[in-house]
């Protein structure tokens, strides 16, 4: 990994996280680093997560009663938690996600004439 | 929890499966297994820090939650301080009490005996003789030690001034039984303890600091006890004291007194014996039922009654006291169940009060675990301020118990409060706190939230459920109270008769102290007379005072008695002539103690050695052996005794006097003047002194004048009569004091939780009031509305309160004094007095309710 690579990742916005979660579970239950290679992947490899801290989140959400895990079998054959969404957590994605998009839009429209400024 | 084990479960797994398979991916992009590795481990992040955290995720969730269910809890009980103190202080009562006298409870009833396996030690009740002792401890089989001891006060000289201790003498095996170990030195053997053995003296360790001055080679030394010199051979430890006796120091009967020691019908001295290994109570009974008939076959003459009862020693030490303190117990349990029905009330009503609040939470989505969570909270929190509160009215409660214990209980000082004291706090108050505070919580949880959001506020006549259970607490905690307030009503009664009991003297501004003649050198009966006379005359030389001598004085705690025969009467068989109380005098005793003369004539001067024998009996004593005839003239002489009978003629009858306390009942007496009696223990004397007014001063003089006459007299036990009088009712003072003090707070508790179930009934029912005076209902019939419920609580209460006092007070029959535990008029004034309290807690609610405006009411909610 060179520094430039590094450069062009960003860091997640605090609390963004568990929203990445919530969406990439809504395909199914998977495991811990398949759901890293999943946002990672998702995002064109632009969303940096440092992966460790997936953990806390994945707890948090469990503890919120959002997600839940059970002991599964990864592809190459070994044991490992799978999450996956409860109808709580699937409610809780709906909220997140316009909140977020409330969220960006506003910034987005705060954004816009400064760049059209830049423009011209 | 669950879930948060089965989550923290193989973290550390999950999370090295998860590094594996991102090193397997880089492999995959093309690197070496080290190099992917290495990247693995850097994307993760710091392992550690990631464990932390997720484990952080899981670790507050309860302490969170309950912190919130007490902050929250805390804010409810400071929102409403007047349901928050009466709460506390109901239940701080409550427990209070019961930790106080549960604290006496384990200190005498419960806590062990200070000695070695205290559980084998019994007592023989009867007293018995040296000789007697020796022939059990040698035939005995049930025994492995015993031994015998009497405490006679005795004059020791070595200080500065003459001081009366205490001497206790004993037998080889006395203290080996009781496990005592000397601190120095060591105790008596058995080949010492033996007629003409050599003087030797065992102290005890407030002795060896007090007189001589805590050397550590006392040992060896000499010291005079009564006159004659003992070596010290040990020196006790300060944990060792006696069960109920108490002595300075320890010598050898057989040594100290030969003569007395061998007399097989003396009976006088205390035994304790060591139950083998294995030996029940009743296996040691029937050995000394053999040991007891063969002694009576072999002396017929002194032992044909023998009856040797064996008690344990813990039995015999607090067996006074145990029917009242567990009487007390009883009743401070009521106390609590008062003060706990009154908490229920009080949580009920805050429930019924706040039920809008709880459904509109259940309708909000709360579970109903945490809201039952949230109300025990609140009652649990309740409990243990209360709990608290009560540890300081426990600890206040106890120090006030043991500021005025009784006599009896003052043998056994351990009373203190103990961790298991606050462990009993603790239960009963959480306990409390989680069966009563799960009441209305059930009942709320129970409600249907439709409901309970439908009564929004405007409910006409309250909830039937509530106010039926609020009625059958106020009902309970009714009867509860009657019972405590009969009990304390009998136990007033009983003090008040004894109180008013004559005692057959008149205990005003007479003074009384012990003196004792030293064998040494007041062998001789004359010595003893010349020195009684001389000291009478120099003490009714003193301005203002009237001074005379008993040997026993009333209420002193000692007592002689002699089997007497009555001339003419037709023989009895020696051993069972009957026995009269037996008293010497000097000085004009019957005036100075206003003790009336029925018939006869007093004593004179004239009564004197070398004069006919004449004696003075009691009332009692004509009574029961002159039923027919006139005392006076009669001829009566003591049983047994050898030599040239001494026939002694009654002069004189006078009234009975309470010889053993006030509540005992009066044996027959016979007084005879102390210069014609040939006996040997009449060294001892009380002095009784009348003074215009008893103040310490006059001691100071009677000590100077006894002093002048023989500057190596002790004097001990002064005491007014009046504080004898104090002492002998001191225990039933205490019963009943604590009675009525419980007694008292029963009544308080029951009338405020009666009244506050009234007040919030009829503040329910304002509106419902407010329609009935709307259409025309007269103020009248508004009071009778509220008063019916009020003269239901009374009538049921009442009723089985005393369905439960007459069932219960047959209990405290042995604390009675010339009571009936059924006393009606007890029972009568009781009733009454409660009546008249729940009319009166109604009665204020009641005319609350009768001032409603209408127009008010209907716009009320």
């Known amino acids: ?120 | 929890m669950n879930l948060r084990k089965r989550m923290l479960e193989n973290l550390d797994q999950d999370i090295r499966d998860h590094i594996e398979m991102e090193t397997q991916d880089n492999i995959e992009r093309g690197m070496s297994p080290e190099e992917a590795h290495y990247a693995a481990v850097r994307k993760f992040g710091n392992v550690m820090r990631v464990e932390e955290e997720t484990r952080a995720v899981w670790s507050f969730i309860w302490i969170e939650e309950l912190v919130a269910d007490i902050r929250f809890g805390l804010r409810q009980l400071c929102k409403s301080p007047g349901f928050t103190t009466v709460a506390v202080l109901t239940l701080a009562l409550g427990i209070g009490a019961n930790t106080a006298i549960f604290s006496v409870i384990n200190g005498v009833l419960l806590s062990p005996l200070p000695y070695k396996n205290p559980q084998q030690l019994v007592v023989i009740k009867e007293h018995d003789s040296l000789p007697n002792v020796m022939d059990i401890q040698r035939q005995v089989r049930a025994f492995s030690q015993g031994g015998g001891i009497n405490v006679e006060p005795m004059d020791y000289t070595g200080g500065t001034e003459p001081v009366q201790v205490h001497v206790g003498l004993i037998n080889a095996g006395f203290l080996e039984t009781l496990g005592a170990q000397p601190m120095l030195g060591r105790i008596i053997s058995p080949g010492e303890d033996v007629q003409g053995g050599p003087r030797l003296v065992m102290v005890s360790n407030h002795f060896w600091q007090n007189y001589l001055g805590s050397d550590p080679h006392a040992v060896g030394n000499t010291i005079h006890v009564d006159g004659k010199p003992y070596t010290v051979i040990g020196v006790m430890p300060a944990s060792f004291t006696l069960p109920a006796e108490h002595a300075d120091v320890f010598v050898s009967l057989m040594v100290r007194d030969p003569r007395a020691g061998a007399e097989r019908d003396l009976h006088f001295m205390h035994t304790y014996w060591r139950l083998k290994a294995g030996v029940t109570l009743a296996q040691a009974q029937a050995d000394m039922a053999a040991i007891d008939r063969r002694l009576a076959e072999q002396y017929p003459a002194e032992e044909k009654e023998r009856k040797s009862q064996l008690v344990p020693l813990h039995e015999w030490l607090v067996g006074d006291v145990r029917p009242a303190l567990l009487v007390l117990f009883g009743a401070v349990g009521l106390v609590l169940l008062i003060a706990c029905a009154n908490f229920a009330s009080l949580l009920m009503v805050r429930a019924f009060a706040g039920r809008q609040e709880w459904a509109i939470r259940a309708a909000l989505g709360a579970g109903r675990g945490r809201l039952i969570r949230k109300a025990l909270t609140e009652s649990v929190l309740l409990s243990i301020l209360g709990g608290a509160a009560g540890l300081l009215f426990a600890q206040l409660g106890t120090s006030m118990l043991l500021a005025m214990k009784p006599e009896e209980l003052a043998r056994l000082s351990g009373i203190h409060m103990d961790t298991r004291v606050l462990l009993f706090v603790l239960v009963v108050s959480v306990l409390t706190g989680i069966m009563f505070g799960m009441a209305p919580v059930w009942i709320s949880a129970r409600a249907e939230v439709a409901e309970g959001l439908k009564e929004s506020g405007r409910s006409t006549t309250g909830s039937a459920m509530g106010r039926s259970i609020r009625g059958i607490l106020g009902t309970s905690e009714l009867a509860v109270a009657l019972v405590l307030l009969v009990g304390a009503g009998l136990l007033i009664k009983g003090f008040s008769r004894l109180r008013s009991m004559n005692p057959g003297f008149n205990s005003a501004n007479v003074m009384t102290m012990y003196l004792q003649l030293p064998t040494t050198r007041y062998s001789e009966i004359p010595k003893r007379t010349q020195f009684r006379r001389e000291l009478l005359t120099r003490l009714n030389s003193l301005p203002g005072v009237q001074a005379a001598m008993v040997s026993d004085i009333p209420l002193g705690g000692n007592y002689v008695g002699h089997r007497f025969v009555i001339d003419g009467r037709p023989p009895v068989a020696v051993g069972g002539e009957p026995e009269a109380q037996t008293l010497l005098v000097m000085g004009n005793y019957f005036p100075v103690m206003q003790i009336p003369l029925h018939a006869g004539r007093d004593f004179t001067p004239l009564d004197r050695e070398g004069q006919p024998l004449v004696a003075i009996v009691n009332e009692e004593m004509a009574r029961e052996f002159f039923p027919h005839e006139d005392p006076i003239g009669m001829r009566i002489r003591w049983a047994g005794a050898t030599g040239l009978p001494r026939w002694m003629t009654v002069i004189g009858v006078v009234g009975d006097v309470k010889h053993s306390g006030l509540n005992q009942p009066t044996d027959p007496a016979v007084y005879t003047p102390f210069s014609q009696s040939d006996e040997a223990w009449t060294r001892f004397m009380t002095l009784a002194i009348r003074a215009q007014d008893a103040s310490p001063g006059l001691v100071e003089q009677v000590k100077k004048q006894i002093w002048s006459l023989d500057g190596q007299i002790p004097v001990g036990d002064v005491h007014a009569m009046d504080e004898l009088i104090a002492v002998s009712l001191a225990q039933q003072r205490f019963n009943m004091l604590l009675l009525g003090i419980f007694a008292a707070l029963a009544l308080i508790l029951a009338a405020v939780g009666i009244y506050g179930a009234m007040a919030y009934a009829a503040n329910q029912r304002t509106h419902e009031i407010g329609i009935r005076t709307a259409l025309g209902a007269q103020r009248s019939d508004v009071l009778r509305l509220v008063m019916r419920d009020g003269a239901k609580i009374a009538l049921f209460g009442i009723a089985s309160g005393i369905v439960g006092a007459l069932a219960l007070t047959h209990l405290m029959a042995s604390l009675l004094f010339e009571v009936k535990p059924t006393d009606p008029a007890t029972f009568a004034a009781v009733a009454i007095l409660l009546a008249f309290v729940v009319l009166a807690a109604c009665y204020i609610p009641a005319r609350r309710a009768m001032r409603v405006d209408p127009m008010v009411a209907l716009r009320y909610q």
């Open chain 1, 1 to 120: 990994m060179s520094t430039k690579e590094q450069r062009e990742r960003i860091e997640l916005l605090q609390g963004t996280l568990d929203l990445l979660i919530l969406r990439t579970l809504l395909l199914g239950p998977v495991h811990g680093h398949a759901i890293a290679k999943a946002i990672e992947f998702n995002s064109d490899e632009v969303l940096q997560v440092e992966q460790g801290s997936l953990y806390p989140a994945l707890h948090r959400l469990i503890r919120r009663g959002w997600i839940l895990a059970e002991e599964g079998t990864s592809e190459n054959n070994r044991r490992a938690k799978f999450y996956g969404l409860t109808p709580k957590g699937r409610r809780q994605l709906v909220i997140e996600t316009s909140k977020w998009e409330k969220l960006a839009g506003a910034i987005a429209r705060i954004l816009r004439p400064a760049k059209q400024g830049g423009e011209s």
